[in-house]
């Protein structure tokens, strides 16, 4: 068993320094192509009217995040852990969204306690876990998104629900896998990056069903007894469970 563990181990080493040094090897045309095109811009302005230079400038954008996205996703297991007040730093980060969507009409909820115990988490990565999923709540087409938090005996147990459009069991086990995506300019490594980082946390994460809940008939204005907001008639509800310990 021990002998398989340390196969598999080393076999994603191998997997990381080589998605490290393919993307590193096409970073570097990546960005000098980018000069170039801003060269060209700079020197012929008139080339903003053109139809192909902005889908040109806008696959070019697209490289870019994916060759970012890339690198996020082969260094989620690298961590830099300190101790942290949780709920200062789960409320502000949840407040944050308002700053991604400034004039959004969706009802946002908030719910985060007080006394919240500290942990030894990486607060920079698992910030950005957490806002790309509550961006992705903003972003499904939904009329309302909440985020709440509770400290269970053991553990954090945080949920993101919204209501928009609704997707299967199938698809749901799907989007964990990389460069899976429903967004027409997605690069499909959202939700793997966060899965990494919440495992590296000695976390999970996972979508749940009305059939998986305490009450499917709640909604975002009836909380359930253990204080989340519930609403997955529609939508989606992602349950991410960090431990105490």
Request: proline share 6%; hydrophobic share 35%.
């Amino acid at each position: 068993m021990a002998a398989d563990k340390s196969s598999l181990e080393k076999q994603l080493e191998d997997y990381r320094f080589a998605l490290s040094k393919v993307s590193h090897e096409v970073r570097n045309p990546v960005t000098l192509i980018n000069s170039y095109l801003q060269l060209l811009e700079k020197d012929h302005p008139e080339l903003k009217q053109n139809e192909l230079w902005s889908d040109i400038t806008e696959e070019m954008l697209f490289l870019r995040r994916l060759l970012d996205d890339l690198s996020c996703y082969n260094n989620t297991f690298c961590c830099q852990f300190s101790v942290t007040e949780m709920s200062p730093f789960l409320l502000k980060l949840s407040e944050s969204v308002y700053l991604l969507f400034p004039d959004s009409p969706i009802s946002y909820q908030i719910s985060v306690p007080e006394n919240l115990p500290t942990l030894s988490v990486d607060p920079l990565k698992l910030n950005q876990a957490l806002t790309n999923l509550l961006r992705n709540s903003f972003e499904s087409a939904a009329q309302s998104v909440s985020f709440s938090v509770v400290e269970k005996q053991d553990c954090l147990q945080i949920d993101i629900i919204n209501d928009g459009a609704s997707i299967s069991k199938e698809q749901q086990t799907e989007f964990f896998k990389p460069f899976v995506t429903t967004k027409p300019n997605g690069t499909g490594l959202g939700l793997p990056i966060a899965r990494g980082i919440i495992e590296a946390h000695h976390g999970s994460i996972a979508f749940l069903f009305p059939e998986e809940t305490s009450d499917s008939k709640n909604t975002p204005d009836n909380p359930d007894k253990s204080g989340t907001l519930l609403n997955h008639m529609s939508g989606s509800h992602l349950r991410i469970v960090l431990p105490l310990c």
